[in-house]
């Protein structure tokens, strides 16, 4: 299994923006599809997007379409997730992992990741 670290988060407003990194030393994320998924409080942990090696073609959850945005920097080893006009339902432990991945694009599902700490986003006044 590989394991991905992710940061970025804290404290957020009601409609600020946040953006999320993961990264990873074991594995080059270029030719790896990558998700983030998140787990509130007494809820399960759900996908939230994700982002495939086949020309970058994106996913997302009903809920974050139009206000997140998943994207990979290569030179970095990093797929990010810039989470804009947040919601208090977005607070949650937020995961990246690696997803499936096939022509049809990726699937918000583990495919091969330890499941790390998660970094917090709290979205509160």
């Known amino acids: 299994q590989v394991q991905l670290v992710e940061s970025g988060g804290g404290l957020v407003q009601p409609g600020g923006s946040t953006r999320l990194s993961c990264t990873t030393s074991g594995r080059s994320l270029a030719y790896t599809a990558v998700g983030w998924f998140r787990q509130a409080p007494g809820k399960q942990r759900e996908g939230v997007s994700c982002i495939s090696t086949r020309e970058g073609a994106t996913k997302y959850v009903d809920s974050v379409k139009g206000r997140f945005t998943i994207f990979r920097d290569n030179s970095k080893n990093t797929v990010y997730l810039q989470m804009n006009s947040l919601k208090p339902e977005d607070t949650a432990v937020y995961y990246c992992?690696?997803?499936?991945?096939?022509?049809?694009?990726?699937?918000?599902?583990?495919?091969?990741?330890?499941w790390g700490q998660g970094t917090q986003v709290t979205v509160s006044a």
């Open positions: 992992a690696t997803v499936p991945d096939s022509a049809s694009g990726c699937y918000l599902a583990n495919f091969d990741s330890a």
